[in-house]
């Protein structure tokens, strides 16, 4: 059974920084692949980004070019997964999920909550 927790989850001005951690329990986190959605209320969780396991790594067109450096990253020993978001504006706003897939299986964690003051 797969345990996501997520943190680092806060308030932030428009422009700043955060970086979103996920720890996972899973023994085999590395066959994993793992992502970050966004839900704001009265919308479906959105893709922000991805990483395989085999570390290759997928962002939404949302968040191109402002995220995209070093953005998603992955620590098999550690198993953690990091989200590094920059230049965060106040649509960026709402509670990020992490999730583990393999096999056809979706495991998600509670979420941390991120708002974006303009």
């Known amino acids: 059974q797969m345990r996501l927790v997520e943190s680092g989850g806060g308030l932030v001005q428009a422009g700043g920084s955060l970086r979103l951690s996920c720890a996972a329990n899973?023994?085999?986190?590395?066959?994993?692949?793992m992502g970050w959605f966004r839900q704001v209320p009265g919308n479906e969780r959105e893709l922000v980004a991805t990483v395989t396991s085999g570390g290759n790594s997928l962002y939404a067109d949302s968040v191109k070019g402002r995220f995209s450096i070093s953005t998603i990253s992955r620590d098999n020993a550690k198993k953690m997964v990091y989200l590094q978001m920059n230049t965060l504006k106040p649509e960026d706003t709402g509670v990020y999920y992490c999730?583990?897939?393999?096999?056809?299986?979706?495991?998600w964690g509670q979420g941390t909550q991120v708002t974006v003051s303009s």
């Open positions: 899973g023994r085999t986190f590395g066959s994993y692949s």
């Open positions: 999730r583990a897939r393999a096999w056809g299986i979706s495991h």
